[in-house]
């Protein structure tokens, strides 16, 4: 018969030392020992249409959402995404990790009322967001525009909420362009000549 536990404590394994890094130094560590190296595939189902990124490539667009990023936020603000799975998806993720900000991830099949919710209680300063793809995400992220170009008198359901961003997904060479927000363009958030896959 098995002895009796007393106590709910199992010891830290102390055999492996911790690495002292962060996912971005990661990348950039992996993008200096095998640049060429395939890092992502946009798997969509049309083979014609798939892209990928190496090592090198991936940083550089990376990096690319870090600055422009960093041009309008400052380091500890929450940035969410509110789109589908798609490379983009990642490439905005280590983009928000290099600038040194904190990645808000949003369901997509969430309704308008969940996604302010969710915005309101990370306190985000900007939502990247896919081109609506469906009535649900159009009627959930249009309010946000709205609000933000002062169709309302107060944002008080998301006050910290300062952008939006559509991530203007393309299927072609160039990834995706933005930020843009309520008619204005500013510089492309994450534009790359990533190889085509096949």
Known sequence: MPAPLTESYWAADSGTPLLDTSVAQL???AATAVPDRLALID???DPALRRTWTYA??????????RALRSRYSRGDRVAIYAPNCAEWLIVQHGVSLAGMVLV???PAYRHAELEYVLSQSRAAVVIHAEPDGDH???AVEPCHGELAGARPKREKCPDLRLVHPSHQTRSRS???GPHSNGVSSPS???TSPTPAG
């Open 43 to 45: 798997a969509v189902p």
């Open 137 to 139: 995400h159009r009627t």
């Open 189 to 191: 958030m994450c534009s």
């Open 57 to 66: 490539e991936f940083l550089a667009v990376a990096e690319r959402v870090a």
């Open 175 to 177: 990834g995706f362009d």
């Open 105 to 107: 991830p949003v369901n």
């Open 27 to 29: 990348l950039r560590d």
